[in-house]
T-cell receptor
Framework: AQRVTQPEKLLSVFKGAPVELKCNYSYSGSPELFWYVQYSRQRLQLLLRHISRESIKGFTADLNKGETSFHLKKPFAQEEDSAMYYC???????????FGTGTRLQVFP | EPEVTQTPSHQVTQMGQEVILRCVPISNHLYFYWYRQILGQKVEFLVSFYNNEISEKSEIFDDQFSVERPDGSNFTLKIRSTKLEDSAMYFC???????????FGPGTRLLVL
């Protein structure tokens, strides 16, 4: 069965500290992985996806098929990074997104 | 920048009543979706819609649910007879042909009493 696991409900760091939000997935085929972010009182929006291999707002994520992980990383957290982060999975034969339970990132000044 | 819009932002209804949640997808998008998020739980896929028909639906999307694209702009989700457990945030999303990126609306918070 397809599943996305985000083990941390809450991650609190101080400004300037490195951040890693964990995401593990379960899928037998070739997955497409995404990170969505939801800032306070705003809509869900795509942060990045694994196929584009880009860095957005200083965040990167590498798909590790051996560990079935897609952890989100940023070397120096900023206060404006405080938000809810959702890892999501899709595949070539379906459009639906399967979401993890989300991790709330709090960045303190 | 174009955005997905949803109305109403909040809806309170009595158990057993019908509700219609409305969405206006981004104008040149061809794929439409509904998701829901029960308070404290994960965002769950309900249904996807393309070319005027359902392309995929989840187990949650039973006979009480239906979707429609009544005109060229709106995409609606109808719950025929609401239950207490239908209380959730309902998100509409749309995507363009050939794109994996889904753009989400702000959501409709449905409360069934």
């Amino acid at each position: 069965a397809q599943r996305v696991t985000q083990p941390e409900k809450l991650l609190s760091v101080f400004k300037g500290a490195p951040v890693e939000l964990k995401c593990n997935y379960s899928y037998s085929g070739s997955p497409e992985l995404f990170w969505y972010v939801q800032y306070s009182r705003q809509r869900l929006q795509l942060l990045l996806r694994h196929i584009s291999r880009e860095s957005i707002k200083g965040f990167t994520a590498d798909l590790n098929k051996g560990e079935t992980s897609f952890h989100l990383k940023k070397p120096f957290a900023q206060e404006e990074d405080s938000a809810m982060y959702y890892c999501a999975l899709s595949s070539y034969n379906t459009d639906k997104l399967i979401f993890g339970t989300g991790t709330r990132l709090q960045v303190f000044p | 920048e174009p955005e997905v819009t949803q109305t109403p932002s909040h809806q309170v209804t009595q158990m057993g009543q019908e509700v219609i949640l409305r969405c206006v997808p981004i104008s040149n998008h061809l794929y439409f979706y509904w998701y829901r998020q029960i308070l404290g739980q994960k965002v769950e896929f309900l249904v996807s819609f393309y070319n005027n028909e359902i392309s995929e639906k989840s187990e949650i999307f039973d006979d009480q649910f239906s979707v429609e694209r009544p005109d060229g702009s709106n995409f609606t989700l109808k719950i025929r007879s609401t239950k207490l457990e239908d209380s959730a945030m309902y998100f509409c999303a749309s995507s363009a042909l050939g794109s994996e990126t889904q753009y989400f609306g702000p959501g409709t918070r449905l409360l069934v009493l």
